[in-house]
């Protein structure tokens, strides 16, 4: 009769099939999201855990309960540290690909009235010219022009300039000899920001050959906010423009480019 009193937990009510369920599809969702990730491993671990605790709870072996709850409590902190910047990544991709990260920057701009500050027909004339000439000159440059989705912990891996845009100070800093030349450019508020600034690389695996880590940096910040991307590539001096919404789209000619980057400013003028 003891053995079988044990087993009263697998007497289950209509609420803890649907309990059960929630779980499992919390579970798979979590398993697709860390899907190639070097956390998965991990979080197979963590579950196999909460089984073993469930399984010592049910049978009322508190101890054993007590320490498999410990390891998973400092397993769930670990998790968070050691792999901190890889779940960022992930939380803001899904944010942006689901479009809630850019509505609810969008939502909070209103509510406190904080818009943000287009670069203006002067500067996106400055920015074009400045890419015509690096485009003939195969100079390499890569060009980040946020709008409401914060890029401050990309701004802080560079090195802050906070100047005027201008055509030629741009191509002084793309100069290949120039030692801000290798990274990013992030231009916000009608200024140049930061220089040399890191990007995260796209994890897609559909992207072409003849596409460098330039075009793979643009690619990732494109999935993680809404910013417009400029790349000038340093092998063919061509001209690519990358927009979450808009994809990637090879540039013709300036006043394609003009098109692509004023209509923003327009909306937010």
Request: aromatic share 6%; proline share 3%.
């Amino acid at each position: 009769m003891l053995l079988l009193s044990a087993f009263d937990f697998l007497k289950l009510s209509l609420t803890d099939i649907v309990d059960i369920v929630l779980v499992a599809l919390v579970i798979l969702f979590v398993f697709k999201w860390l899907r190639d990730s070097a956390m998965t491993n991990i979080f197979v671990i963590l579950i196999g855990i909460l089984v073993l605790r469930i399984v010592a709870s049910a049978f009322g072996m508190r101890m054993m309960t007590a320490l498999l709850q410990s390891l998973i409590d400092i397993g769930v902190v670990a998790l968070i540290i050691i792999f901190q910047p890889e779940i960022r990544h992930s939380l803001m991709r899904m944010g942006n690909g689901t479009g809630i990260g850019r509505k609810s920057a969008s939502w909070i701009s209103r509510i406190f009235g904080d818009k943000a500050e287009g670069v203006g027909v002067e500067a996106v004339k400055e920015i074009t010219e400045a890419c015509r000439n690096m485009s003939q000159e195969k100079t390499g440059a890569l060009i980040v022009l946020p709008h409401n989705t914060s890029l401050e912990h990309i701004i802080e891996t560079g090195d802050r300039i906070d100047a005027a845009i201008n055509r030629r100070l741009i191509r002084n800093i793309f100069f290949k000899n120039s030692p801000l030349h290798d990274g990013a450019m992030i231009i916000a508020g009608g200024r140049i920001v930061a220089a040399r600034c890191t990007l995260p690389i796209t994890q897609r695996t559909d992207i072409p050959p003849s596409y460098g880590m330039r075009h793979k940096a643009a690619i990732g910040i494109s999935e993680e906010s809404d910013a417009d991307v400029i790349v000038v590539s340093e092998e063919t001096g061509h001209i690519l423009f990358i927009n979450a919404e808009k994809g990637i789209i090879p540039i013709e000619s300036l006043t394609y480019l003009k098109n692509l980057l004023s209509p923003k400013q327009e909306e937010k003028s």
